[in-house]
């Protein structure tokens, strides 16, 4: 596994140009899910294609807390076994660590009839309130108390029962959870207004392929039909479409041409239609895209919404490649109210960018410096990389552990494409 560590830096040498082919990792958001999802039965639950990310060796540490056994197989694999589950309390340290580890409430709640855990950590981006996670839970019968600075969820004897949920916000990990903690409940859920992204999809997908009865995938109206138990499976964890969108934003940035090989081609409706707006020529087969660029990149605006929109993990790499398009890029943000961490980072390069609440106006092209700056988070981070690669220059980026959280063999695919960086 990797090694979670606190800190490191690149130092990234300006003025590339993007060139070659780059393979798509396994999805984290996808991966993170579905490494929860063992918990809901006593089989084996066995992974491929999983990222070797730090959020899933946190994720790992974490339910091997509670008792998971959980092993890595060289080449991507995860095999997990959580029969012998004898604790039901997230440690604080590690649910700190990586927000994902929110969604063991929903399947400890549903098997065991007992969860604690304290508010999520991970990226600092703005409140991403875990309400909607909690009031499913009460919805299906459950009491839910703030012991201190854990929040202890309880059924009684019978467990959960199904029952309608709305959500007040379509979260994507709330849908997860909640949909998690359906699969077991007495009877009949609905989630109503549920998030619909291909993460929520791939694990009702994978809940069904271990006996879950869910049906309404990809719509926001999520049915699910309890049932008694839940059985082992072998799943594939998608590839990542955070990460295809980093790798094609990049390659218009530095006017390349990359080939992005293992690519979920068929989510990427919105980053298509906004990187060609730019002026991109990007070229679609099966699981795979080209993308390359000449100058001048086409200022655009967008709206980063929650799916099939351009997604919000997108916003800021996308803020990174519009401070060298020609005219002036309107970005508002619609799913994070912090999401903007990024714009002072940027600024310190040359861009000339202006928030305003969740907005930011974006004027290019402008000459971006080498200086020193910082990985705020996981897509901050992925910010100050692209404008790195552009710039005049030497850029050191400090804590890019961020990017760690998000991206797979960073450095290697990185030279691989020609850029020149080293990490201390």
């Not at 999983?50 to 060289?74: A, F, K, N, T, W």
């Not at 989630?191 to 879950?212: C, F, S």
């Not at 999520?222 to 799943?235: A, N, P, Q, S, W």
Request: glycine content about 10%.
């Amino acid at each position: 596994m990797t090694t979670r560590l606190r800190g490191g830096k690149y130092v990234v040498q300006g003025g590339v140009v993007l060139r070659g082919a780059v393979d798509i990792s396994g999805a984290k958001n996808h991966a993170l899910a579905a490494m929860c999802a063992a918990l809901l039965t006593d089989e084996e639950v066995f992974l491929t294609n999983v990222p070797y990310i730090s959020d899933v060796d946190s994720l790992s540490e974490l339910l091997v807390s509670l008792g998971v056994v959980v092993e890595r197989i060289p080449g991507g694999s995860l095999r997990m076994n959580a029969s012998g589950v004898n604790v039901f309390e997230a440690p604080t340290e590690l649910i700190s660590e990586n927000r994902a580890s929110f969604q063991v409430m929903g399947p400890l709640l549903a098997r065991h009839g007992f969860a604690a855990s304290a508010p999520p950590g991970g990226d600092v981006i703005g409140q991403r309130p875990i309400d909607v996670h909690l009031s499913g839970f009460e919805a299906m019968g459950a009491v839910v108390e703030r012991e201190g600075e854990r929040f202890v969820a309880r059924t009684g004897a019978a467990g959960l029962t199904g029952a309608r949920v709305f959500m007040d916000y379509p979260s994507v990990s709330g849908t997860q959870n909640v949909m998690m903690a359906a699969t077991l409940a007495r009877g009949h859920t609905t989630i109503v207004n549920a998030a619909t992204e291909p993460e929520v999809q791939e694990l009702a997908l994978l809940l069904n392929a271990m006996g879950a009865r869910i049906t309404g995938i990809g719509s926001q109206m999520l049915e699910v039909e309890g049932v008694d138990r839940l059985h082992g499976t072998t799943g594939r964890v998608m590839p990542d479409r955070i990460e295809t969108g980093t790798w094609a934003i990049a390659a218009v940035m530095t006017g390349g041409d990359v080939v992005i090989r293992d690519a979920p081609v068929g989510v990427l409706d919105a980053l298509i239609h906004k990187l060609r707006a730019t002026g991109a020529h990007i070229e679609e087969a099966e699981g795979a895209l080209r993308v390359h660029a000449e100058a001048p990149i086409r200022a655009v605006s967008f709206q980063a919404l929650p799916y099939p929109g351009l997604a919000t993990d997108l916003h800021a790499p996308f803020a990174a490649l519009l401070t060298q398009a020609a005219g002036v890029s309107i970005i508002h943000e619609r799913v994070f109210d912090n999401r903007m961490l990024y714009v002072s980072e940027l600024r310190k390069m040359g861009a000339e960018i202006v928030s305003t609440g969740s907005s930011a106006i974006v004027s290019g092209p402008t000459l971006l410096h080498g200086t020193r700056v910082r990985a705020l988070d996981v897509r901050a981070g992925a910010a100050v990389l692209l404008a790195a690669m552009v710039a005049q220059g030497t850029t050191i980026i400090d804590d890019v552990y961020h990017l760690d959280r998000g991206y797979e063999r960073l450095d290697e695919k990185l030279r691989a494409l020609g850029v020149e960086l080293e990490r201390h």
